[in-house]
């Protein structure tokens, strides 16, 4: 009988402890409170009309590239939770 190699077993443990961190209430909650956050700073950040010549617009408008990057990160995972 072929024995299971180690990293099978610690992959496995791995999936398993995966999949139970996503019902630790406050991984979600978190999750839910940064979105909120960064759909506020997004708003803020929208409302500004930006020179891409002012240095500081430019960082502004980086900044707002970050937060739109994040939301859609966090929006995919709560989607895949809702999912579950």
């Not at 995966?18 to 909650?29: D, F, M, N, W």
């Not at 950040?45 to 240095?55: C, T």
């Given at each position: 009988?072929?024995?299971?190699?180690v990293?099978?077993?610690?992959?496995?443990?791995?999936a398993?402890?995966?999949?139970?961190?996503?019902?630790?209430?406050?991984?979600?909650?978190?999750?839910?409170?940064?979105?909120?956050?960064?759909?506020?700073?997004?708003?803020?950040?929208?409302?500004?009309?930006?020179?891409?010549?002012?240095?500081?617009?430019?960082?502004?408008?980086?900044?707002?590239?970050?937060?739109?990057?994040r939301?859609?990160?966090?929006?995919?995972?709560?989607?895949?939770?809702?999912?579950d």
């Amino acid at each position: 009988m072929a024995q299971p190699s180690v990293g099978t077993f610690l992959g496995g443990i791995g999936a398993l402890l995966g999949k139970a961190s996503t019902y630790i209430p406050g991984k979600v909650e978190k999750l839910k409170n940064e979105r909120e956050s960064l759909l506020i700073e997004r708003g803020n950040l929208e409302r500004l009309n930006m020179d891409i010549n002012n240095p500081d617009h430019r960082k502004k408008a980086t900044r707002l590239s970050v937060v739109i990057d994040r939301l859609s990160v966090i929006d995919g995972l709560l989607r895949a939770k809702a999912t579950d």
